[in-house]
């Protein structure tokens, strides 16, 4: 029958509401008991919880809203055995049910895949295989990059790109693995292999975008682990998102939160490693022309040292020596002098009123003597009527005895002399004068 003959066409809302009111319609699924194991445990900034329920074969998407999560006792948690009451509907702008569940109620026993998972844990652990004694540091600069996922999907998609963003001439190696499904262990376990036997890749990267704990199981199985750990170019695991931990996360060299994140732990960012090089470069240079300006500083210096402990620099101190002591003695001269010419002026000064004073008392003496010599001359006798008497050898005479009769006798008087002769001599005896000759 042709397109145009069909009597009736729906929307897809039309259709959508059509389930959606079977699902209402039905009382069995409007208040219903799911028991099964968490998956996908994720609580939203909003309040509402979202989360899976899964037994061996199949799984259901749950939702709860803020109002009935905040009922919650405890929290829940992947790998936990639960039972969720509520109801079963249709989400129509999805087209897909989910049940809205009211309560939960632990069992309190874990799923199997959780119980597998630990089981595997701690039995690689306590064989080593987790220590870091064994991982293998992966290689600064990579040329070839290998990478174990699908072929398709995000997850390839991210690690090109951010590969080639980083590195624009590094070399990638894909190995197309399956990597979700009951082959998958085996698809990835050959490609971890093929690539190793290459022996081109630097490292490898072996990851796939995020999923639930089914979706993500081939990378928690044992094969997969012992491929990584025997494997002898270093491996990079980038399985779902931050939150999903797996095996191979363990085994492998190192962890990366997801596949992008992989891609810039494995391949350096050669334009920031560029820009670093000539960075370090221009420390380099200016480092090396530190060194030479101090090394030139260091020549110099001992150059003058030399020349100063040399003969010319000897000379030349000499010289300044020399120099400085002139200096000093004319300075010290200049100092004396001026001192000896202070003192000499103070001296010049004392002499001055010495001298002043020895005139003083010079002419004071002198006019005392001369007093004394005045009244003490015969001029003065003369003056006062008396007469000075000398014979004719010009000797004083002063006594009687001294002339006898006849003898010439010079008389000196004030005004003059009298020429004489002696014609008597009389001594004076007393009160009584005797005439001694006549």
């Given amino acids: 029958m042709a397109l145009t003959d069909m009597p009736n066409v729906y929307t897809v809302t039309q259709v959508n509401h059509h389930i959606s009111s079977l699902f209402q319609n039905d009382a069995a699924l409007s208040a219903i008991f799911v028991k099964g194991e968490l998956s996908n445990v994720k609580y939203a900034s909003s309040g509402h919880l979202y989360f899976s329920l899964k037994d061996e074969h199949s799984q259901i998407r749950c939702a709860m809203w803020a109002s009935d999560a905040k009922k919650l006792k405890e929290r829940i948690k992947d790998g936990e055995s639960v039972t969720a009451f509520g109801q079963i509907a249709v989400y129509k702008e999805g087209g897909t049910y989910q049940l809205y569940a009211k309560a939960i109620r632990k069992e309190g026993s874990t799923g199997i895949l959780y119980e597998r998972y630990e089981a595997l844990r701690k039995k690689l652990l ?115 998102h931050e939150t999903d931990t797996t095996i191979a996360d363990f085994v492998a060299d190192l962890r990366a939160p ?134 004719e050898h010009h000797q004083a005479v002063c006594s009687v005895d001294a002339v006898k009769m006849g003898d010439a006798l010079r008389i000196h008087m004030r005004d003059g002399s009298i020429r004489t002769r002696v014609e008597e001599v009389t001594r004076n005896e007393g009160n009584r004068y005797t005439c001694v000759q006549k």
């Avoid at 971890?192 to 990851?207: T, W, Y």
């Avoid at 001992?302 to 010319?312: D, H, M, T």
């Fill in 126 to 240: 306590e064989m080593g295989m987790f220590d870091e004694q064994y991982k293998k540091p992966i290689p600064k600069y990579v040329q070839t990059l290998g990478v174990v996922t699908a072929s398709t999907g995000a997850a390839v998609r991210d690690i090109i790109n951010v590969s080639k963003r980083r590195n624009p001439g590094i070399r990638i190696i894909l190995c197309p693995a399956t990597v979700q499904g009951s082959e998958a262990a085996e698809s990835i376990v050959s490609a971890i292999e093929a690539l190793d036997r290459m022996q081109e890749a630097d490292v490898i990267i072996v990851g796939r975008g995020g999923g639930s704990i089914e979706d993500l199981w081939a990378f928690n199985e044992e094969i997969v682990a012992r491929a990584i750990w025997n494997c002898n170019t270093p491996v990079i695991s980038a399985v779902g």
């Fill in 258 to 391: 997801t596949p992008s994140a992989a891609a810039e732990l494995a391949v350096t960012d050669m334009v920031a490693a560029v820009t670093a090089l000539q960075e370090r470069a221009g420390r380099m240079d200016r480092l090396m022309e530190q060194s030479l300006t101090r090394v030139r500083q260091i020549a110099r210096q001992y150059g003058l040292l030399l020349r100063l402990r040399g003969p010319e620099g000897r000379l030349q101190r000499a010289e300044q020596f020399l120099l400085s002591a002139s200096e000093r003695m004319d300075h010290a001269m200049a100092v004396r002098v001026k001192d000896v010419m202070v003192l000499a002026a103070r001296y010049q000064d004392l002499l001055d009123r010495q001298m002043e004073d020895h005139l003083r008392q010079a002419k004071h003496r002198l006019e005392l003597a001369a007093g004394r010599l005045e009244a003490l001359s015969p001029r003065a006798k003369l003056n006062a009527g008396y007469a000075y008497i000398e014979d």
